[in-house]
């Protein structure tokens, strides 16, 4: 089962939703722009059936459903923590309430003496690895979560700059263990090489490395060739025709294609996008030839794969390898766990001892298999060493590919 499937079985109709509240219930609406709009309105066609529910809020945008009907407080109360112009309508209705507060000391509250037993969170759609965003929601909102988890929860999937943006947060991060990174194979061993960083190859601790897989070149379905060896054909027959999406120069979704080029003798054009979905869309839209990738995306857009850049086939991926075309480059994406240089000791045996026991477990081998990654577990000793390795390499794979 791929994301989009897992998702579509999980989605269910606000009506529904909000059935899971119940007279009495604190409900958190979160803050500002995050305030849920079908959920909410959801909710208000239920005022009949409540009495005493009590919804938290703040710098409300607009006037909530629960907040129009003149009875409305015979059924919710609104509490405020910061004040807008609707806040003080709301509470002009003789329905609401007030809670000064500094809002530095927010999160402490909901960890500490604040019950939610019901949250509304507006998000950003799910992007390609299944990953969702808070947004815009303010930093109280991961302390709420962790009260009602009873664990911490942050939620976080930065792009941009061929995963550079994310990776240097992970660099300038406090080492307590409270942040730590799933990073690409790209921001660590190709990015360093090509741009001035705000890290370098000393700024992190592996934690271990749980997946790899191969970098897979993909093409729409409709595409005018059905296999690699069709392909080669038909773009040699038009120098400069064909487009390459990529998400940065030098990264994993370029490098690649550069040298399959090279081996072919063939001419292609590279256009920068900014991620994966808006990739695939120019593909779909017959704007864009090819895109090298992480298999996740075969089962997830209308591509498939022509080459899959590995000495190792994956056996669910039916496409040629480097090998197989006598290309001897293996161009293989694994994601590390890392965390910021100085992590202690004790923080660090609690994360690698939990990150060891998932990736050795059958229902990971088994839910990263689907995706067509293979589980694959170093831990840190042999990670870091790993990484100096793949480093070098990448430096003189950029070097005969871009002359870097």
Same mark, same amino acid.
């Given at each position: 089962?791929n994301y989009?499937d ?14 899971v509240?119940k007279? +009495?219930?604190?409900v958190d609406y !979160?803050w500002c722009?995050n305030?849920?709009?079908a959920?909410d309105r959801? *909710? ?6 409540l009495t005493d529910?009590?919804?938290r ?6 006037m909530?459903?629960?907040a ?6 015979d059924h919710?109360?609104?509490n ?8 003080r309508?709301?509470?002009?209705k ?5 809670a ?5 000391e927010?999160?402490?509250f909901y960890? =500490? %003496?604040?019950s ?8 950003t759609?799910m992007?390609?690895?299944g ?5 815009l929601a ?7 979560l ?5 664990q911490?929860?942050?939620v976080?999937n930065?792009?941009g700059?061929?995963? &550079? ?5 992970i660099?300038?991060?406090k080492?307590d263990?409270y942040?730590?990174?799933f ?5 660590l ?6 741009n001035?960083?705000e890290?370098?190859?000393?700024s ?5 490395i749980?997946t790899?897989?191969?970098v897979?070149m993909? !093409?729409?379905?409709n595409?005018?060739?059905k296999?690699l060896?069709?392909m080669?054909?038909i773009v ?8 390459v999406?990529?998400?940065g120069r030098?990264n994993?979704?370029h490098?690649?294609v550069l040298?399959? $080029?090279k081996?072919y +003798? ?5 256009v &920068?996008y900014?991620s !994966?979905? =808006?990739t695939?869309?120019?593909?779909a839209a017959?704007? *864009?030839?090819?895109h090298?990738?992480?298999?996740? $995306?075969l089962s997830q857009y209308?591509v498939y794969?022509l080459?899959?850049f ?12 480097s090998?197989d ?10 994601q590390a766990?890392i965390?910021?240089?100085?992590l202690?000791a004790?923080v660090?045996? !609690? ?5 060891s =026991?998932?990736?050795h477990?059958?229902e990971y081998?088994?839910a990263?298999?689907? *995706?067509?990654v %293979?589980p ?7 990670a870091q060493?790993?990484y100096?390795?793949e480093?070098?390499a990448y430096?003189e794979a ?7």
């Amino acid at each position: 089962m791929n994301y989009q499937d897992e998702y579509k079985q999980k989605l269910t109709a606000a009506g529904e939703a909000v059935k899971v509240v119940k007279s +009495g219930d604190w409900v958190d609406y !979160t803050w500002c722009t995050n305030h849920p709009v079908a959920l909410d309105r959801a *909710l208000a066609a239920r005022k009949d059936e409540l009495t005493d529910v009590k919804v938290r809020g703040g710098v409300t945008m607009w006037m909530p459903e629960i907040a129009k009907a003149d009875d409305a407080g015979d059924h919710f109360t609104w509490n405020s923590w910061h004040c807008s112009g609707i806040d003080r309508k709301i509470i002009g209705k003789g329905m609401g309430f007030f809670a000064p507060m500094r809002y530095s000391e927010l999160p402490r509250f909901y960890r =500490e %003496n604040v019950s939610v037993d019901v949250a509304m969170i507006q998000v950003t759609p799910m992007d390609s690895h299944g990953n969702f965003s808070y947004a815009l929601a303010a930093s109280h909102l991961a302390d709420m979560l962790e009260k009602k988890l009873g664990q911490p929860v942050v939620v976080q999937n930065v792009v941009g700059a061929g995963g &550079t943006q994310g990776t240097t947060q992970i660099a300038q991060a406090k080492p307590d263990g409270y942040t730590i990174g799933f990073d690409p194979t790209g921001a660590l061993c190709l990015q360093p090489h090509m741009n001035k960083l705000e890290y370098g190859v000393d700024s992190f601790q592996f934690l271990g490395i749980v997946t790899q897989q191969p970098v897979v070149m993909m !093409t729409p379905k409709n595409a005018p060739w059905k296999n690699l060896e069709e392909m080669v054909e038909i773009v040699r027959k038009a120098p400069g025709k064909y487009i390459v999406g990529i998400s940065g120069r030098g990264n994993m979704s370029h490098v690649p294609v550069l040298a399959l $080029a090279k081996h072919y +003798g063939l001419q292609l054009r590279y256009v &920068t996008y900014r991620s !994966t979905p =808006e990739t695939m869309k120019e593909m779909a839209a017959g704007r *864009l030839h090819f895109h090298a990738d992480n298999p996740v $995306a075969l089962s997830q857009y209308e591509v498939y794969g022509l080459i899959q850049f590995s000495d190792r086939k994956v056996d669910n991926l039916p496409m040629p390898n480097s090998a197989d075309i006598g290309l001897n480059k293996n161009f293989v994406m694994w994601q590390a766990c890392i965390a910021p240089k100085g992590l202690p000791a004790d923080v660090t045996k !609690t994360l690698v001892d939990a990150l060891s =026991e998932v990736a050795h477990s059958p229902e990971y081998a088994e839910a990263v298999r689907k *995706l067509s990654v %293979n589980p694959w577990w170093l831990g840190p000793e042999d990670a870091q060493a790993f990484y100096a390795k793949e480093f070098a390499a990448y430096g003189e794979a950029l070097k005969e590919a871009l002359g870097k």
